[in-house]
């Protein structure tokens, strides 16, 4: 495992020598099974997932940050050295994009070794150190007058929620939004090797202590009722990394009781409400468990993921609708416009990277791989690398996009950290043992080991992968290869040509031990086929899915408009029309079997003469490929008459 992450001066540089990860962090009190790489040990070689990264990359560049900045500099007494960018950034919550952009740049900057990104980290973090001198009390952010005075005002006791997502006066999420600043510093120091991050992000966390302090318990629970994003995880994190007590106790003060308990006592009370509000809050239980080694965090963190993994999520890995959770049992009359919003996700997943870390099991690494495809990667506009906040489920409808500089939506925030640590979860390892865990084609260095893996493949479109061996040393290496709960059978291995008898069972790490040399080639087939999963409490309502992949119909293009596909409100679609359904005439005991395979294409099926009339064949076809299309997950089966 990674100890708490040493950082040195090495030739006048900072360095971030075995820097983790910040979100499968492991240092502090608890037992943690596997570590995960940095990102700078994984490339990724070309596929969708790289592709994506260099999109999002080229939007990171094109964004300035002296625009970013607008707000930070005005209410700092400074002259601002860019335009104020519209969308949300032009609202209350202004600032939250500064803190993402930070955070993006940083795993962008170490997952490439590109000095552009951290060329524009040290901008900023100079930017910031001169606002926060100017703004006086420790205080930095973009935050309007509004948002900042009602946090300033806590100082003197002065907490009033209006509702979960405005104090009285209509201030809005101030704690959200200053949770991705302070996280952001935090990731500019540690992944982006800025120095001075550190001095400003503790200065920053030391104000956000320093107006919580006084507070009574009552107070302070009172606060906590209005969303405010994961602030007891990043202070935890910031204790695990300084040992400053203050930090450990202002986090501790960020536990929110009222969510946290019932889930401690196994109840489920999320029904109701907002789902993005209550998931970073469990994330924080989860680095506190870390951190402090508390066994009820970590029981916490558990039940909740198998709560929401197994009960509110969508076949796509995602949840909720209109943002809030719902009863599960009602989950047809919930396929809305507004289903998915991808933040939950991307906080979903982060959970999941610290639960793997614990114990790695297959569950999670196929529930991470799901939602990774079939969410995350889906969630990229294909053109200009724009961003979903809802991923539509409505039957027939479509993905809507933000807008390049007049949307900035939380999804679009959390949406360009998405793709810049793809290589966060590919690869674990602990002692000897090396977890192939995603299917991801890239190549590994693990430095402790001299030991190189590349790995290629061209999945979920095929089902082999080759892992070939480009560095070892005589030491026995053990690869352990997920072999996912979903295969149609057991995977099996080729090494060097030959077959190599291993349990291979679904639901499984299969185990390789052998004195590794440079250039073995292990080839791993996954048996794939179509298969179905039906929607909770409407079992003649199932989607299909195939490997990793959702498939889903694909109803044709949806008509360019002045909001499709870029839209500066999230719900500018919602009453855009939809393509017509067709219901399967099918015994859903055999539809997977009924459908085959379209020849020459890379991966589609057809439903052929299945449909109601008028559409008799359906083509199926993955998910995440359905951009500017209409298209349906769900689907509802009606068995033939005879
Ligand atoms: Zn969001």
Redesign the pocket.
Known sequence: MHLQTPHGLLGGLIITAATMFPSIAVAGAAQIDVAGFDLADVRLLDSPFRQASERNAQYLLKLEPDRLLHNTRKYAGLEPKGALYGGWESQGIAGHTLGHYLTALSQQFAASGDKRFRKRIDYIVTEMAEAQRAYGDGYVGALPPLELETLRALKDGRVAPENPFFFEGGAWVPWYTQHKILTGLRDAWVLGGNAQAKEVALTLADWSDEITVGLSEGQVQTMLQVEHGGMSEVLIDLYARTGNERYREASLRFHHHAVLEPLRAGRDELPGKHA?TQIPKITGAARSYEVLGEPGDRALAEGFWQRVVGRHSWVIGGNSDGEHFFSPETASSHLSAATA???NTYNMLKLTGHLFAWQPRVEYADYYERALYNHILASQEPEQGMFT?FMSLKPGHFRTYSTPSDSF???VG?GMENHTKYGEAIYFHRADELFVNLFVPSVLTWKAKNFVLEQRSDYPYGNQIELTVKSSTARPVTLRVRSPQWAAGPITFRLNGRPLAVDGDPGSYASIERRWRKGDRLVVTIPMALRTEALRGAPEQIAFLYGPVVLAGDLGAVPRTATFPYARDQGDNFEAGSADVPTLLVDPATIAESLRRVPGDRLAFLAEGMGTEGQENVTLRPFPELHYRHYNVYWTLTPPSR
């Open positions: 993005n919003e991808s933040c906040y939506w939380c999804c959390s």
